[in-house]
């Protein structure tokens, strides 16, 4: 699946991380940019995700975690994502075209 069919991206994290931060200073410019919602999920707060995901945080999706595709984790690959809101632009210029 691709960005375009979910929407958001969501980072997982938890406190006193500096990977996290550094992932959540780098990325919230971005999503901003291309207006995009960013969601951010301690880990810690959700035993499930803790389980899944322990010490691999931060993660970044391009959805929610349970369905969504993993674009990076510990630090930000920036052309992944970039590559992923690139096919949100182009799929949402198309249901642009297709409904004006």
């Known amino acids: 699946m691709k960005l375009a069919e979910r929407q958001v991206l ?26 995009v ?3 951010i999920v301690d ?14 945080v931060p993660v970044l999706f391009a959805g929610a975690p349970a369905a969504g595709q993993e674009l990076c984790r510990y630090r ?3 052309a992944r994502v970039l ?8 799929k949402n210029a198309g249901r642009s075209r297709a409904t004006g």
Do not use: K, N, Q
Request: hydrophobic share 50%; with cysteine; proline share 6%.
């Open 43 to 56: 880990v810690d707060a959700d035993p499930g995700l803790e389980a899944a995901y322990g010490e691999l």
């Open 83 to 90: 590559a992923a809101l690139a096919g949100l632009r182009t």
């Open 10 to 35: 969501t980072l997982l994290t938890r406190a006193y991380c500096h990977l996290c931060d550094e992932m959540l200073a780098a990325v919230r410019p971005i999503a901003a940019s291309h207006a």
């Open 37 to 39: 919602p960013l969601e």
């Open 76 to 78: 930000l690959d920036r």
